[in-house]
């Protein structure tokens, strides 16, 4: 049984920064593609970023680029993502997943998430 739990959302101001983390049990993180995908009320769940399985790179959506930042720690067998500039416009839960294949944005990739960590931006 593949269990994914996220950690180190929050409030936090204007500008600010968070690192959320995902940690695993019943999977080992390095052969998965692992993503990051956020849900704000009224929207649909969107693509943050990702760690491809087929080429091993890291993807981001256009709305975050330059702000945030993947990574992956196989010792721990957790993934990160370090979030800086934060503006309201971020507020949403973040999701971790993990699964195979291509297009590592996409949500239907994935076969296992988290219950997500609230993100909140707001002064």
């Known amino acids: 049984q593949v269990q994914l739990v996220e950690s180190g959302g929050g409030l936090v101001q204007p500008g600010g920064s968070l690192r959320l983390s995902c940690t695993a049990s019943?999977?080992?993180?390095?052969?998965?593609?692992v993503g990051w995908f956020r849900q704000a009320p009224g929207k649909e769940r969107e693509g943050v970023s990702c760690?491809?399985?087929?080429?091993?790179?890291?993807y981001y959506g256009d709305s975050v680029k330059g702000r945030f930042t993947i990574s992956r720690d196989n010792a721990k067998n957790t993934v990160y993502l370090q979030m800086n500039g934060l503006n309201p416009e971020d507020t949403a839960v973040y999701f971790c997943?993990?699964?195979?294949?291509?297009?590592?944005?996409?949500?239907?990739?994935?076969?296992?998430w988290g219950q997500g960590t609230q993100v909140t931006v707001s002064s």
């Open positions: 019943g999977a080992t993180l390095a052969i998965y593609g």
């Open positions: 997943a993990v699964g195979f294949g291509s297009r590592c944005l996409r949500v239907g990739m994935y076969a296992y």
């Open positions: 760690i491809s399985t087929s080429d091993g790179r890291t």
